[in-house]
């Protein structure tokens, strides 16, 4: 779909997220998605690099001495300079460390979404829930971001991640029940009852974790990791290959901390709702898809005794889009 083809008066749904930002619209009834990476590279500027860039229709921003190339396009430069792509968020927020953090995400968003018609677009965007035993400036992260999509002209509001999941994915249990989004910088957990977030938090491990904790114990670089987590790894118990068994460890890492910090969030609240039934249990995020995920997590899950009862664990069959699919809910509600 191009920009021109665009209603400008529906809704939005957006998951600003560490490694991906999606947008989620309604098309005739349906959401349709489109995504950008969260990620960038910038070169020397000159007016030859940027003719060249302009002809072969590269995604780029002229920022001082500098060309930034934003998005799905910073991939294919990283690749062919031998360059890391920078990323402007860190740990499920903006990375305070990184100059170009706020330009670069609202040049993505400039893409995804344009700029508002005129008639004040409703825009509802992804923001972390608080994390579990370490800091993030959330609250910084948020009005950022609210500011960016208010000066594109948008009517923007937040929800958390987890909450957008629920909204997303729970509609057959009337919007009761925990989803855990498993990311890149996050693994954000929600239980809702009737749509009412009850319990909400995060934790500091997801993607990055694994690919940066597995890098370490092998002396691979993380992005190589990373490639090869996403293309060919699976979590079936020991290969005999040290990169699959050292990612498998920081994946049992990731799946003992979230159980153990379910465990304890739910048992701390004081606020638990008397359940009149099981609840359904859904798993999302991109590091929730190598096969063999749902199965590790049910089975780590199996000895704790959470204070609630599960009907199911379920994996969802959008894990990269649930969370905008629920903001846009949010936004037509
Ligand atoms: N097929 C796959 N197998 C394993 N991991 C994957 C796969 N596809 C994506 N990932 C991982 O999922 C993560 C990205 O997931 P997602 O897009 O849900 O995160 P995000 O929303 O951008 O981040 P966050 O919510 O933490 O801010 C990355 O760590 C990526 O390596
Ligand atoms: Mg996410």
Not at 114 to 131: E, I, L, Y
């Amino acid at each position: 779909m191009n920009n021109a083809e665009l209603d400008r008066s529906q809704p939005l749904g957006l998951d600003i997220g560490t490694s991906r930002i999606v947008v989620a619209r309604s098309v005739g009834g349906k959401p349709q998605y489109e995504a950008q990476l969260n990620a960038f590279v910038t070169l020397p500027h000159s007016r030859l690099t940027e003719s060249l860039l302009r002809g072969e229709g590269v995604f780029y921003e002229v920022q001082g001495r500098e060309i930034v190339v934003a998005g799905n396009d910073a991939q294919k430069f990283a690749e062919i300079l031998h360059v890391e792509t920078r990323r402007p968020m860190l740990n499920g927020v903006i990375n305070p460390r990184e100059e170009h953090a706020l330009t670069v995400i609202r040049s993505i968003l400039l893409k995804l979404i344009g700029r508002d018609g005129g008639q004040t677009q409703k825009v509802t965007f992804s923001v972390p829930a608080p994390p579990i035993g370490g800091e993030a400036s959330i609250a910084y992260h948020e009005a950022s971001c609210r500011q960016v999509l208010t000066e594109l002209g948008y009517e923007a509001q937040p929800i958390v991640e987890g909450l957008a999941v629920i909204l997303g994915e729970m509609e057959s249990s009337n919007f009761t029940g925990i989803a855990i989004s498993c990311g890149s910088g996050l693994s954000n957990v929600c239980l809702a009852v009737l749509s009412l977030p009850v319990v909400s938090f995060s934790i500091p491990k997801a993607g990055d974790f694994i690919d940066a904790q597995a890098a370490l114990a092998t002396g691979e670089m993380a992005i190589r990791l990373r490639v090869l987590k996403e293309q060919s790894f699976e979590l079936d118990g020991f290969s005999g290959d040290r990169v699959q068994n050292a990612i498998t460890v920081y994946y049992d890492d990731m799946i003992r901390s979230l159980v153990e910090a379910l465990r304890e969030g739910l048992a701390a609240s004081g606020r638990l709702p008397k359940l009149d039934r099981p609840i359904p249990l859904v798993l999302t995020g991109g590091s929730t898809m190598p096969r063999g995920f749902r199965q590790r997590f049910e089975a780590a899950l199996r000895p704790e005794h959470l204070p609630v009862e599960l009907s199911e664990i379920r994996l969802s069959s959008e894990p990269l889009y649930s969370t905008a699919r629920g903001a846009l809910l949010a936004s037509l509600c």
